[in-house]
């Protein structure tokens, strides 16, 4: 009779350090299972040269999102076109600048959005109209080279 009891009680014990094991490697490993509370905007940019799936989205230095996708624009097919996921609570105007940085020298490539004055706020699958793409070193140096500086 005791030898069930403590096996049972040690059982109880392990599958509750499997989920407790379970919901810090979701929480640690930023995971979503059921999607999570954010909404999507487009933005289109004439290079993302270097940045990734799964680049934060910053504003004013504060992540408040990610890339969730980088395909080429369907109707030209010459521009790149990415799928922005924005935390829900966080409102972007319609005139928001999109751009593409550099954390430090040869940092990650991240998003930065920088806010207009709007009043019209973006919704789930709007487009980001004005973007700046990432300033190539590789092809300023290349023109520096090669005396072709405009």
């Given amino acids: 009779m005791n030898s069930a009891k403590l096996e049972l009680t040690v059982g109880i014990f392990m599958l509750i350090g499997i989920l407790c094991l379970g919901y810090l490697s979701i929480k640690l490993g930023k995971m979503e299972l059921l999607g999570g509370n954010y909404y999507r905007v487009v933005a289109r940019f004439d290079s993302v040269s270097g940045l990734k799936q799964g680049a934060r989205v910053e504003v004013a230095g504060v992540e408040v999102g990610a890339v969730e996708r980088i395909t080429l624009e369907k109707e030209s097919g010459d521009r790149a076109e990415l799928i922005l996921k924005i935390k829900d609570g966080v409102n972007l105007t319609d005139d928001v600048i999109a751009s593409v940085r550099t954390s430090g020298i040869i940092g990650d490539k991240f ?36 005396g072709n500086v405009d």
């Fill in 111 to 146: 998003i930065k959005l920088k806010p207009g004055g709007s009043d019209q706020m973006l919704k789930e699958g709007s487009k980001i109209r004005e973007t700046e793409s990432a300033i190539d070193i590789e092809e300023l140096v290349s023109k520096f080279i090669h």
